[in-house]
């Protein structure tokens, strides 16, 4: 071979050890899994090591030198003849049995949810977001826990899971530094930080839903793409009430530069929706930023109760900037 200038088998060999030994401990682990996060079905059925995306349930059942167990379970609801739903939203999941080829629940499966709160195996429960288009429509909605299980007059049995705490480490980390900060200011008496971080983040998903089938793109830019579209509140989350945080007419859907200076008093709007922009923006920058005095937007009634709000934040923030 080496007459012929090609390179020895056991040459390539040795080569292609030495190219791929830094990547041998670079896998996918359970706690790669985060949180707050979307997922394609093809990744946890890689994962799982099944290789179809059709099954609901994935157990993984690590191996010695890792710590991976868990049940990866895919709840696809109000749909199909399993019709999942939440019995207490985002937090009390009902989860009907796996069935077997031949039509009965006695699916090993099944056992094994049964089984996982007794042997500590945390079930990570992904909720099919049928909006997302792009494939990673799998929502990791938080890690549960098997409570009990029922059967129901026709036969048909199911789950009941509820949400169990668990350390911040199961998060993805915050996208602004703010987040947290406006979750530690709005802490119930009685709640731990984890609680009140679940509550938050899973508020904002529904809120962020809702202004996704209600404006369907950027306010400002027209951005389409879900994946880059920020659901931003008028009046801060942190000074809100619980009402107003889920209020769809207290949100602008906005991309995340616009969402940026919007939520940091940069720009703001008036009462016939024209925008207003901050004298601490020179314009060189706001033109970078794809911003000019011909912006404006459609505000409804409530939505411009609550841009009073916002102008009020944005005159006090600039004039203490001055």
């Known amino acids: ?14 080569e292609g ?12 682990e359970i706690s790669d899994f985060k949180i707050g996060e979307t997922y394609s079905p093809w990744k946890i059925a890689l994962f799982s090591k099944t290789y179809t995306i059709q099954n609901g349930i994935y157990p993984i059942y690590g191996d010695i030198a890792r710590d ?24 009390v999941l009902k989860y009907y049995f796996k069935k077997t080829p031949q039509g009965t629940y006695n699916h090993k499966y099944n056992r094994e949810i049964i089984e996982s709160k ?66 530690e200011e709005s802490v119930e008496a009685g709640e731990t930080e984890v609680v009140a971080m679940t509550k938050a983040r899973l508020g904002q998903r529904k809120f962020k839903k809702i202004l996704l089938q209600n404006k369907k793109c950027c306010n400002i830019c027209g951005l389409r793409d879900v994946r880059f579209l920020i659901a931003s509140h008028i009046k801060a989350w942190s000074k809100s009430n619980n009402k107003e945080r889920l209020d769809p007419n207290n949100g602008l859907l906005l991309c995340p530069n616009h969402d940026s200076v919007f939520d940091k008093g940069y720009i703001t709007f008036d009462e016939k929706g024209k925008i207003l922009i901050s004298e601490r923006l020179d314009e060189s920058t706001f033109s970078l930023l794809n911003i000019h005095e011909g912006i404006k937007i459609q505000l409804n009634k409530k939505e411009q109760d609550y841009m009073d709000w916002h102008r009020t934040y944005f005159k006090e923030i600039n004039k203490s900037n001055l």
């Open 68 to 91: 991976n167990k868990a049940i990866l379970i895919v709840a696809n609801l109000n749909k199909g003849v399993h019709p999942n739903k939440w019995l207490e939203e985002d937090f």
């Open 1 to 14: 071979m080496k007459q012929h200038g090609a390179t020895p088998l056991d040459h390539l060999l040795d």
């Open 118 to 183: 007794q042997k500590g195996i945390p079930l990570f429960v992904f909720i099919k977001e049928d909006s997302i288009k792009d494939g990673n429509n799998l929502f990791l909605n938080g890690i549960f826990e098997y409570k009990n299980h029922y059967t129901e007059e026709d036969g048909k049995q199911w789950f009941k899971l509820i949400r169990a705490q668990v350390s911040e480490s199961y998060y993805r980390r915050p996208s602004y530094r703010t987040e947290r900060e406006d979750i």
């Open 17 to 28: 050890i030495q190219i791929t030994e830094k990547y041998k401990e670079d896998i996918t």
